[in-house]
């Protein structure tokens, strides 16, 4: 194993010793074949349900881990974090388990079910804070409390006792598999899980090719490689909220530098028609960085025919109101969602025109905006159009040109778009 020997690596022994710490509190999570995913790519494809966990995500393994190793002084002085997801979940039940007062600090614009699914794990033993509109707000008031009362910052990914409890991940694949594993695929955020999982990996299964998967519109991980040094992104997409961040771990990139067979991104819309499809098809509920690793296996479907496959399902905890958006989102990825500018022309009847000429007997409204002015020869409307199949967009858009309905297409111009829809 070729590692550069000034960057820290979890040891196999601390990974075991986590193991230990954390088995009365973290699940075993199942790894159960995937039939549909199986013949669909013509592998043996295996899911890691870490969305099982009793706080529906792997991030139990790490807080627990690094919360169980405080002195008792810094125990006795209790501890901070600052999340709006998972990372806060694990904090607060691992505080309520090992009775260690903790503060939470999250934004302002956190959802409800979020702030009280946190309340629930931590009950008496958690503070939560709802502090500035982002998670830099948070996080800076976090470490503000830190220096002023003596805390400890639990870091979601950036510690090295974190890392090493995401690594148990690893050593429950390796030991659940009856076949040698040819690909992990893993989301990445910070990085804590990529880090850990992947040195159990190059030290007990160095042939397995590490796959690290992260959002299209949150690079982080992706650009610090291709740099070659850490690199903060000044503006992310955050709508993969578990595993959009600016900047990776100084640790975890180190360490992901030299492990990560390879690190590729998805488009947050592909993410959004794999989510749907789990819900649909499998009754699997998963997050949007839940869906990360499975989005991928699309764009290896040539590499792993015939290869034993394990994707890590990171995470459940997904906020039903973000279905329709989640929705949107897929039909738009897919090309079946289409949006234009309409130019009606001001007559009785252009209406019942382009919907009985011009749309197509599958073809359905799904957006329409108009308002009338009187005093010109058209009037134009902002119209959604959903499609059956992408090939319907081309004659579509001929027979709207043909009539003079043609304005604008507005899926190409996010701004416009935003802006109109």
């Known amino acids: 194993m070729s590692q550069n020997k000034h960057t820290y690596f979890p040891s196999i022994?601390?990974?075991?010793?986590?193991?230990?710490?954390?088995?009365?509190?973290?699940?075993?999570?199942?790894?159960?074949e995937s039939l549909r995913y199986s013949k669909k790519y013509n592998a043996n494809v295996l899911l890691k349900r870490e969305d099982l966990q009793q706080v529906r995500s792997y991030k139990i393994r790490g807080a627990y881990n690094k919360?169980?190793?405080?002195t008792p002084q810094q125990a006795l002085n209790g501890v901070v974090c600052a999340?709006?997801?998972?990372?806060?979940?694990?904090?607060a039940l691992s505080c309520k388990l090992l009775k260690i007062k903790g503060t939470i600090f999250m934004p302002a614009p956190t959802p409800n079910q979020k702030v009280e699914q946190v309340e629930m794990f931590g009950e008496d033993f958690i503070e939560i804070k709802l502090i500035g509109d982002t998670f830099?707000?948070?996080?800076?008031?976090?470490?503000?409390?830190?220096?002023?009362l003596g805390k400890t910052f639990i870091h979601p990914f950036n510690d090295k006792k974190v890392i090493e409890g995401q690594a148990t991940i690893a050593l429950e694949i390796l030991e659940q598999a009856t076949h040698p594993i040819d690909y992990v695929f893993i989301a990445v955020g910070g990085g804590g899980l990529a880090a850990g999982l992947s040195t159990v990996f190059k030290t007990l299964s160095p042939q397995t090719k590490i796959i690290g998967v992260e959002p299209e519109g949150a690079p982080s991980m992706s650009v610090s490689l291709k740099n070659n040094k850490n690199t903060t992104i000044e503006?992310?997409?955050?709508?993969?909220?578990?595993?959009?961040?600016?900047?990776v771990g100084d640790l975890t990139f180190a360490i992901c530098k030299e492990n990560l067979t390879d690190m590729i991104t998805v488009p947050e819309g592909k993410v959004c028609e794999t989510i749907l499809e789990l819900y649909n098809k499998d009754a699997i509920v998963v997050e949007p960085a839940g869906a990360l690793s499975i989005s991928a296996l699309d764009f290896y479907a040539e590499q792993i025919k015939g290869k034993n496959v394990v994707c890590v399902v990171s995470?459940?905890?997904n906020d039903i109101t973000r279905t329709p958006e989640?929705?949107?989102?897929?039909?738009?990825?897919?090309?079946?969602?289409?949006?234009?500018?309409?130019?009606?022309?001001q007559r009785a009847g252009a209406l019942k025109e382009f919907v009985v000429d011009i749309l197509g007997e599958d073809d359905d409204i799904t957006y329409f905006q108009y308002a009338k002015k009187t005093n010109r020869e058209n009037g134009a409307a902002v119209v959604g159009v959903q499609l059956k199949s992408a090939a319907d967009l081309e004659p579509l858009?001929?027979?709207?040109?043909?009539?003079?309905f043609y304005g604008d297409y507005l899926n190409d111009k996010p701004n416009l778009f935003q802006f109109l829809v």
Do not use: W
């Open 235 to 247: 503006k992310i997409e955050k709508f993969i909220d578990g595993a959009a961040v600016k900047r």
């Open 397 to 404: 858009i001929s027979k709207m040109k043909q009539r003079n």
């Open 13 to 32: 022994e601390n990974v075991k010793a986590a193991a230990e710490t954390i088995k009365t509190v973290s699940t075993v999570t199942p790894l159960s």
């Open 67 to 70: 919360i169980s190793s405080l």
């Open 136 to 148: 830099d707000d948070s996080y800076h008031a976090a470490m503000l409390e830190c220096d002023e």
């Open 315 to 317: 995470g459940s905890n």
């Open 326 to 345: 989640i929705k949107e989102r897929a039909l738009l990825y897919a090309n079946l969602k289409h949006y234009f500018i309409i130019n009606f022309p």
């Open 83 to 91: 999340s709006a997801g998972n990372h806060a979940q694990g904090v």
